[in-house]
């Protein structure tokens, strides 16, 4: 999920009468709920890592955020995640108008070109190192990535 779309709910939130709000897009959930204690409260959880972190503040009131991951204890564990080994900008295909590496659905085998990040005006091509089918594609194209961000979801054969 992009973070200008949660900035953008978070500010729907505090002008409007809702006191909570909650949205899911495939394993992420975001919960957003007015505290009325002044204070702001930010928690994200992830099956990784969970890891609350809270400040207050008398001089305004924010919304509490929430980002969970839903963490299925029952993950396959034939599906593994690409993850992006650079910060710098995804791109999903050679060119603008080029068709992209890979889309959801596609065969793959080890060696196959997923995507290139682009660091430094060094296009670095990202290279799958399993077989298998792409099962999900994380990050939109021309965007932001930071080092071991998730870029693909691959379920190995």
């Known amino acids: 999920m992009d973070i200008n779309l949660l900035k953008q ?10 006191t909570e709000f909650s949205v899911q897009e495939g394993d992420l959930k975001v919960k957003i709920s007015k505290n009325t204690n002044n204070s702001f409260v930010q ?5 990784q890592q969970a890891s609350p972190v ?13 980002v969970e991951v839903a963490s299925d204890k029952k993950q396959d564990a034939n599906l593994v995640e690409v ?7 995804f791109y999903a295909a050679p060119a603008p108008d080029a068709d992209p590496y890979v889309r959801v659905g596609d065969s ?17 091509e990202i290279e799958s190192e399993y077989n298998g089918v792409i099962e999900k594609i994380l990050v939109e194209n ?5 080092y071991n961000q998730p870029l693909f979801l691959i379920r190995k054969s």
Not at 43 to 47: L, R, V, W
Request: proline share 7%; hydrophobic share 40%; charged share 15%.
């Open 9 to 18: 709910l978070i500010k729907m939130v505090e002008k409007s009468e809702i």
């Open 108 to 124: 793959i085998s080890q060696g196959t070109v997923l995507c290139i990040v682009e660091a430094m005006k060094l296009m670095n």
């Open 83 to 89: 993850k992006s080994p650079i910060v710098g900008t």
């Open 142 to 146: 021309a965007t932001p990535v930071e």
């Open 43 to 47: 928690t994200f959880s992830s099956p």
């Open 54 to 66: 809270s400040t207050s503040s008398q001089s305004f009131s924010a919304p509490a955020l929430t």
